[in-house]
DNA sequence: ATGGAAATGACAATCATTTCCATTCTTGGT
DNA sequence: ACCAAGAATGGAAATGATTGTCATTTCCAT
């Protein structure tokens, strides 16, 4: 499990962010590493089970992954446009946080997403 | 879009918490109801959309959709067992308004939700 | 070198969701 | 009541992500 891994993980690292099972597979094949489509998956599943990688889903369900230790950002989208803001999120984190203690969760995660139309919109 | 709207609405009603598309057919299904599975997904859709209706996602990417009050709120879900808490959020929503102007956005509205483990979980 | 366990990848299978399209209801105007 | 136009419906096929299968390859300790 550790020659693919070591790829996945690049390409983790390369994309910087969030990003789908299907897409790390192409970044791969683009810079010619070989490796299988249902090997990216499978390192995946191990990446989080051990907890290198934080899984969460988009809102039409696809499975998307990031490095853990990232730096976690929201996102500020146009409605109209689709132009994008990266957005510290220092509030919410301390919001979700909370929240899931009062309510005695443990592994506190969250998602946002803030969209409107932006000034050029 | 008026009778599937309301047997859908029954249905959810009758299972009284989150249920998927494919299940509240099976529901209707046994309850004689004669209705398609493409007309339970466009109903919810509709519903969705209107707001009457709240959606979100299992860990395996199925969605899975419930009555929803008119009230504003985000969800608490346990990423197990999916027990889910409503939780109020003010936090949020003033940094989703702040962030938003801050970056010229007009018509701002957000999406949050909040995951981990439950205290039974 | 060798045997066995783990890893790999091409391909097929699965499953929720969407798309297509032909058929059936509604509805407004006459 | 009648009829055409458009909306709603549902079954079948398509789609697309993910998982299962299984033969082959790589690793590693002996």
Chains 1, 2 share one sequence.
Do not use: P
């Not at 957005?87 to 919410?92: H, S």
């Not at 203690?101 to 998602?111: C, D, Y």
Request: net charge negative; glycine share 10%; aromatic share 4%.
């Amino acid at each position: 499990m550790s020659k693919s891994a070591t790829k996945v993980l690049q390409a983790l690292e390369r994309v910087g962010g969030f990003a789908s099972a299907q897409e790390l597979h192409l970044v791969l094949k683009r810079n010619q590493e070989s490796i299988g489509l249902t090997t990216v998956y499978r390192t995946l599943q191990n990446l989080v089970n051990e907890k290198s990688v934080d899984i969460l889903r988009k809102d039409d369900g696809e499975a998307i992954y990031r490095l853990c230790g990232d730096s976690h950002h929201h996102h500020l989208v146009c409605k109209n446009c689709g132009k994008t803001v990266e957005i510290e999120g220092g509030a919410i984190e301390k919001w979700a946080q909370k929240s899931g203690e009062e309510n005695g969760f443990r592994e506190i995660g969250h998602t946002a997403e803030i969209f409107g139309l932006c000034s050029e919109c």
